[in-house]
């Protein structure tokens, strides 16, 4: 079935699209920048990178990093970024659920081969 993937462009040009919405949600779940890259299958330093275009994107850190330690270094989400995350999840279910009759619709009409993405 056809979906939808949004991205919000602020007026800064930056951007929160589903890609750094799923490396928050692993932070949030693994408490570690360099564990999510490493579930992502994407390496470290891109995924610093996501997190430091968000973090300089706010008036307020989206993930804060903890130094190592006895147990070694990690990251969370702030509360703006659990906010932020949460607010993203909400509108991207909106417009799916807004979407379903005319991405069904559009489906339908959909070749199984559409040749060379271009």
């Known amino acids: 079935m056809a979906k939808l993937k949004l991205t919000l462009v602020l007026d ?3 951007r929160i699209g589903p890609g750094k919405a799923a490396l928050l949600e692993s932070i949030q779940d ?3 920048i360099s564990a999510s890259a ?3 299958a994407m390496d470290y330093k891109r995924a610093w990178l996501l997190v430091d275009s968000l973090n300089k994107a706010f008036d307020t ?3 804060e990093r903890t130094t ?3 147990g070694g270094g990690g990251a969370r ?3 703006f970024g659990q906010d932020l995350l949460s607010r993203y999840q909400r509108l991207q279910g909106a417009v799916t ?3 379903t009759d005319d991405l069904a619709a559009i489906e339908q009409r959909a070749l199984p081969e ?3 993405k271009v």
């Open 38 to 40: 490493r579930s992502m």
């Open 61 to 63: 850190p989206v993930v």
């Open 12 to 14: 800064s040009g930056a």
């Open 97 to 99: 659920k807004l979407a």
């Open 68 to 70: 190592g330690g006895a």
């Open 77 to 79: 989400l702030t509360p």
């Open 114 to 116: 559409a040749g060379p």
């Open 30 to 32: 693994t408490g570690s």
